[in-house]
């Protein structure tokens, strides 16, 4: 009898080390081409990212790729111009070297732009005033390697930074906390060079959502707790998205460790 068991446990056990073996996916080389869905042509300089490694790299001329990934990692393809698409990753990919990734090309319809040019008087005093003013101001603290933003100049504003720093449980433990996994993924994006070349070139978003599994609306009350201007959130590329975050980050986990 007691054979028996021992038979029935050492086979359950092999069961169990078969079956993690099964799911842990081996990362490998994949390869692809990607064409244009309309003609057909190799696509040169497209990006591709895989997601769930987040690592990246770009098209050749003859619009082939090699990127880490395992079966069923997510591919994303980003070009300007052609409507981003995911792919996933399967074994078949890696079996046959003759995947075409085909990318459709978007149509833009220009609406009117209307240009008004300042009303200049040759006067200073009166032109100074027509002018636009930037209200993101930065601010620097004693002792911090990097500067903030605040909306307006004034004391209230100094208040805000500081108390975003001082007291950053409050302000940022329920959208940092919450996201423990997506917010891990931004060291290993800034250390992707390729990663950071799409996103230098990039304003909408669009890969940093992707990749961080995050809503637009959510890098913005980051930032916005971060205490950067809303001038800076509209206007930044993704990098400096990606930079801002990242620095955010890692002085939220400075901090909240002395806590």
Known sequence: MKKYFLFLFLLSTAAGLSQETATKQEVKEVKAVVLNAQTNFP????????????????????????????????????????????????????????????????????????????????????????????????????????????????????????????????????LFGKKPKQMRKLRQMKEDDDIRDLLAAKFDRETLTELLQLEKADIDDILSNCNYSKSFITTANDLQILDAMSSCYEEYKVLNRKK
């Open 43 to 174: 696509m040169e300089s497209v990006h591709v990212v895989n997601l769930n490694q987040v690592v990246g790299t770009i098209t050749d001329q003859k619009g082939e790729f090699s990127v880490r990934a395992a079966v069923n990692d997510t591919l994303y393809f980003t070009f300007l111009g052609f409507k981003s698409q995911k792919v996933r990753v399967t074994n078949d990919m890696f079996k046959f070297k003759d995947t075409k990734i085909k990318l459709t090309e978007l149509a833009y319809a220009l609406e009117e732009v209307i240009l008004k040019p300042y009303q200049l008087t040759g006067y200073l005093e009166i032109d100074v005033k027509n002018l636009p003013v930037n209200n993101a101001y930065q601010y620097s603290i004693s002792g911090l390697s990097v500067g903030y933003e605040a909306g307006k100049k004034n004391p209230s504003a100094v208040t805000k930074v500081l108390g975003a720093i001082l007291n950053p449980a409050d302000l940022l433990r329920n």
